[in-house]
């Protein structure tokens, strides 16, 4: 979790006096799951070709230092209130990060933001071959020209105050004939800020890929802090490879969960995996005499806290009503027999509601903890 | 010290809905001396204007959090390597910034990089009036502009690795040209990651003032980090006012130091008033009986640290051979009687180094420790 | 906040070798009021003269270093554990720790905690001349002796689950008794982990003093952790000077209040000059046009934290719904006119509560902030 | 690395409602190696019991919450400092400490430290049957008691202050008597805040055990500090089993190191093995064109950082002069081809010095680091 900075290619290559000293990277640790990579995204960030407040390749550092995968830069196509002063050219912020991107070995991802008001609001085109292309008079058209590049399109932040001041997100006709037409691919449950629960239930029911994005307009540091409560959201992409075609064929196959500071978001199918392989346990054996409790260790080697609350366990054998599992943590917890009479000598199990893993809007993921004990009651 | 962020004056006015969270300030507590503001200021960053990687107005977001007072954009003139991309106004940065800076209370400094082979290398001119104009042939011609315009000129790092590949400063005659004819007003003493002892040298000698500024490309937390090693430079200012016109009176009258991590260099006249400022005792009175010992509890509320290290003191108490006094924190130290019979009612003093100020090179300021002792022999 | 440790000063003494490098205090800052010193105390701690960890000097360096002005080690009378390995002695931890104490210029109060049954519970007696003279049979017994040696006597965690499995705190007819004989002068309303809202309300109806201790058997930092949300509960007592005695006069003239982690409980009296003086602003003055925004800078020079929610505010100008002034920070917020067409030039207020500050239990501290405006329609 | 506590076994059982919530165990991570577990052990550390200041059960939670596989109270067997109020019985330590042990599966191995005056100093006496019996008239006496129950014995702190003012390690004859008998186990090369270069030394020369352990009368934290320069010293053991009887095996076989905060020393057997299966890479290979540089990835798993500082590598491509891979770390370092007409398609190695790991004293431990590399020149 030590942070450094990395100093770009240009001024490694200008003179051996500059060159850097180690820097790190703060990785995100996500177990993969189901035989796929678990790959780390943003595809929606800004730079200072629309209202960003940085560079492109400036996106590329804080992307590779950031422990991502991916990365798709998405300025705003018909927004450009600085273009008296930089290039009109949608396709400039791919060009520039390109270089670093490769030298890096982040996959960069070619997109744009489709600016429209609401409905159908803003739309995310990534995989597209021309940003400049897309600069149409209608969102039809822009949508049109997208798909005919072979893009990826997802809706963004539906209940984002700036086109729904009460926050409440809606789905119009437009988003009906876009997902019937099989243009919308997925939609943002998580945008910088803010998490929209019906939109998760939404893209549960309409099966359309999950997106969490941060949408950051400046460094993501600055935007989103460093410290533990940082919200900022990622979408985790379960992908074959580690690679631009992997990454899109998962998104079509909706292989996606979100994850939001301590939050994930996803079908049980990714979480219950993520779970059960991010923990280990160091004591999970136990001879247990009468009352007397047993300490079991168990480490969460992932990036992720886990929050359980105990729903229900074997009647002989006392858990815990509360376990949490911090991140990177190894956790102690206490066993014990109910009563000083209890003899028994195999595998007991609990189940746990996981609080911060969410299956659907307000449904928490259920997992099971088991232990070995031998237990024999007290003279 | 808790790190915040500060959402741009147009978002703000977007959107009732979009009204900031109270966000934070990294202040930097440095005390003001003889009746002066010491303003904390960075006379030398760069926007994507030049090879920076950030658009103006994140320059002023970052330098009012991180407790600036003033600050110069100062992008390089003849080096642009995004002209393709970004507008070749060189008066670009200061326009865009100017708003932000006035609402957030921040004095912004037009400036810009003369930017040569050396001799006489990169020279920055601030307080111009019209960047655009100093775009010449010849550094001559650029300086004339500059002077013609009332711009303050200062030398920037003059043992820097581009263009001394030996980290050793050189002094040329253009220096001397430079010096001679009242166009250098100052130079850097620290830049970037860089300290340059014998340029702190030069400037007690020729009489111009100590500069110490970030050159910063990226954001500052990203190229310098932000915990407590870090070498960010900036320069001390002693103002009349908090304003423009002070600062350039301060520098014309050499009312400057250099604060670089935990290193602080100036003339004593500062350093000494700086330290005396910072500290407060809240128990500096004793009654000692015997060599049983006395707990002195002394806060420093500056943001600067303070390594002392014992010189001389009084024969009869003993003081520690070295006390830190860390930067916001209340220290303690014991104090004690020499021997068991030590009698006396007086205030006992200790002379110490503080060996993180420099009053010149490798020369740590001296400063004095005083107690208040009734010492009784033991019995 | 720096950590650090103080040696004990048998070993300073020793050898001139062992001279302890310095040390940081973690002083509380909080105010003084009312022309009163704020006296940061805990009344009730362990040591390994009962069932707690640690040896009673201990007690001592860690109070000194927590930046506690007083406190009284208060062991079991009753509840002696480990009499087969330590001294039977009730006045030992107080024999031990008061040379330390000394040196260290910390208030150490001789205490003892009357262990009994519910009811009345346990209570503890401070300012005891002989604790061992409180061992007796009865409870009423106990507390006749320690209000024959002046002792004050106060009530421990009424809702304590080891005697009030439901966490309810009852009052019974011990309690009026103790109240209507003179005898009870005050009542924990918080303790170690636990805060009682009921008991906080019976203080404030039966005109008895608020305690808040933290019943620490552990060291403080293992008991307590050390991060920010560490809920620690110490007795602010509003004292003449800082004395002994007056801590006495203090907790009869029942001028104390509870801090705990973050969250202060007292009579408006006290905590709405806390709150004015723990703030000071740097800008306060604004020239606005039309509903472009001023920055306010304001800095919170307490370790209490302050939460404050918009309740009213002038009509014309904009003040923000939430301000979080953290410990010991510089916090920024925007003001701004309600409309273009405002006019007026003089100081406008807002009424916040500061939602952590409770002056009853679950009543909000009221504040008031104030900011100078000249504000001109904007063309 | 999140810190928390551990309620007594006693509060446990005593009520449900004062069950604990979820603690944290700060591990010390450092790879097995050589089929051996490798131990983290502290063999000296004191209690209330003779001039420490916690109660035994109090080291039992902080060892298993501070990572410790062992742990052995050493408590002075004539300095007895406190017997007015403790008990004399020097096996009080060990019968208090050993239930707790028990259920948190910490190693507890019964000790005592024979504290005579130089020479031959101090020295502990581990896996003793009964401490009371080692209370003898002379040191020899003292120490055939403890052979005779199968104890192990090494020498404390050569340097040590207390007995040698000039902090100078001396050999006496008596060492060569303890040495030349077959009792002097091993010695400490580091105790307390100290490291003795020249005991390094002379255990390597004379075949007997290095310790490194804390000596610790305090409660660790508060003597050490939880920062990352703490300096406490702990003894690996690398055990064939995680028990006692392996630990005393060990010993006997020389199969221990020391780790100190950053450093680690011990016969490169270890050494070597703990850097290679710390550290893995992410990204290895690369493909390189011309001096574009490749990108990589490592992350060092351990709780040890490696410092390491380049000594030789491949002629044809360039490695950084240094690497640092902080401790729980992914850090990113830059290779390229030193000239762009390098061809080669191979692994290249490159050898380091890791400045932090010491083999002998001042003698750094060197390891390789290898890359893929398919490097092509550039056209």
Known sequence: MIRGHLLIAAILLLS????????????????????YHTLKCDFHMHTVFSDGDVWPTFRVKEAVLGGLDALALTDHLEYQPRAEYVSKDRNAPFKLAQGDAAIAGLILIPGAEITRSMPPGHLNAIFVQDANALVKETWKDALTEAVKQGALIFWNHPGWGGQQPDHISRWYDEHSYLLSSGILKGIEIANHMEYYPDVFAW????????????????????????????????????????SAASIKEAILERRTAVMRGRELFGEERWLKEIFEKSISFSTKSFALTGKA?????????????????????????WFPPEIELSAGSTAVFMVHAQSNSVSLARPVTATYEAKNLFTAPGKALKVVVEVDVVAKPKD
Request: with cysteine; net charge negative; glycine share 6%.
């Open 293 to 317: 409790p047993g300490m079991s260790r168990v480490t969460n080697n992932s990036d992720l806290p886990y929050s359980l609350v105990l729903v229900q366990s074997d009647s002989s054998i």
């Open 203 to 242: 893209c549960l029911e309409k099966n359309v890929a999950l997106f969490g994005n941060s949408d950051s307009h400046a460094p993501i540091d600055f935007e989103f802090g460093t410290g533990p409560e940082r919200l900022r959201p990622i979408t985790l992409v379960f992908a074959r490879e580690r």
């Open 16 to 35: 051996a006096a500059a060159l850097p000293q180690t820097t790190y990277i703060n990785t995100i640790d996500i177990p993969d799951v189901a035989g």
